[in-house]
């Protein structure tokens, strides 16, 4: 399993907020598929993989922040 975890879009970036998750518990994924839309303080941004596999778990419910580092979504 791997998990990823809240990215940095920026040296500033202490946080980000989900705003939407692209994926649900079993979609499988493919490299550069976006996966979800985070807010920072530069706007909404999509995250994209450069992994492939199959989503195991949503981590972090829509509307939560998180600081960078934590993880978000299992593989």
Excluded: C
Aim: glycine share 10%; charged share 20%.
């Amino acid at each position: 399993m791997k998990t990823i975890t809240m990215p940095s879009f920026g040296a500033d970036m202490a946080e980000g907020t989900l705003i939407e998750w692209q994926v649900q518990p079993g979609d499988l994924l493919t490299r550069g598929q976006v996966v979800a839309v985070i807010e920072t303080n530069k706007g909404a941004i999509e995250l994209d993989l450069f992994e492939e596999g199959s989503v195991d778990a949503l981590l972090l419910p829509l509307g939560a922040s998180a600081k960078v580092g934590t993880p978000i979504l299992r593989l």
